[in-house]
Nanobody, 115 residues
Framework: QVQLVESGGGLVQAGGSLRLSCAASGSIGSINAMGWYRQAPGKQRELVARITSAGRTYYADSVKGRFTISRDNAKNTVYLQMNSLKPEDTAVYYC?????????WGQGTQVTASS
């Protein structure tokens, strides 16, 4: 079992920045990859960024060049630095961890970028 706790969401003006954090606990040694997803009202949940245990990263086209995913292994924490936020980035952001074929989710944190 893996437990994920997110923090760092909030309200910013368009063009602003936020940093999300996701602290993992439990069977963290079995995690293959961690990532951030988001879900806007009326839309499907989508992958925003992912980082593997080997350090490889993936970004959705819509956030490339603006968002950066990173991790602190000593703190078992993954971060999502979000710069140049746009109103279309407004959503609930969820942390995800994958161990083998099992996925775990955090409770979600609201990010709102106002125009």
């Amino acid at each position: 079992q893996v437990q994920l706790v997110e923090s760092g969401g909030g309200l910013v003006q368009a063009g602003g920045s936020l940093r999300l954090s996701c602290a993992a606990s439990g069977s963290i040694g079995s995690i293959n990859a961690m990532g951030w997803y988001r879900q806007a009202p009326g839309k499907q949940r989508e992958l925003v960024a992912r980082i593997t245990s080997a350090g490889r990263t993936y970004y959705a086209d819509s956030v490339k060049g603006r968002f950066t995913i990173s991790r602190d292994n000593a703190k078992n924490t993954v971060y999502l630095q979000m710069n140049s936020l746009k109103p279309e980035d407004t959503a609930v952001y969820y942390c995800n961890a994958v161990t083998g074929s099992v996925g775990y989710w955090g409770q979600g944190t609201q990010v709102t970028a106002s125009s």
